[in-house]
């Protein structure tokens, strides 16, 4: 479990920025663990603001929901320098399915961190072909702290770190839940998709 590290100072001018990344595949649990750190920054008396991209509305059109159905109010935004304009004088920031946004997420997140930020980022590090999501693995390389999640294989019972869409749509984006996609091992992942 990953736990957070102390940020000694109250005061906005005297505390350190940082990105943290969650990763993993569909049903890997990286919405929970973002909405549990985001609970535990507000315990801590932080200001929090919360981020989604506005295509994202299959649970909810404002709150970010995982697959537990555990949620939190999030802001939901076009692009990624909204968020600039929207963070103001915040100690935490989050963002939920990052991959889904553009290039400018890594600026925004950096900007946001140079500031002072604690920056919390969640999304899928790779697509429904098993490959790199952008832009999540720029994102991995100039966090402080990557906690990748696995799921569990429904195929085998492994642990999981895969994507297997089951429709035959070719689009990098289909938005969807159970009935669109499940998590996979390597093995299952690509002795499926022969």
Known sequence: MFIEPSLNSRRQTDRKGQIEVICGSMFSGKTEELIRRL?????????VEIFKPSVDKRYHD???????????????????????LLAGDCDVVGIDEAQFFDEEIVRVGQLLANKGKRVIMAGLDMDFEGKPFEPMPRLMAIAEYVTKV?????????????????????????????????ARCRRCFFEDKK
């Open 39 to 47: 609970n535990r920054a507000r315990l801590a008396r932080l200001k």
């Open 62 to 84: 404002l709150d970010v929901v995982s697959h537990n159905e555990n949620s939190i109010r999030s802001t939901p935004v076009n692009f990624a320098g909204d968020i600039l």
């Open 150 to 182: 696995r799921a569990i294989c429904m195929k085998c019972g492994d642990l999981a770190a895969f994507s297997l869409r089951l429709s035959e749509a070719k689009e990098k984006v289909v938005l969807g839940e159970k009935e669109s996609y499940e």
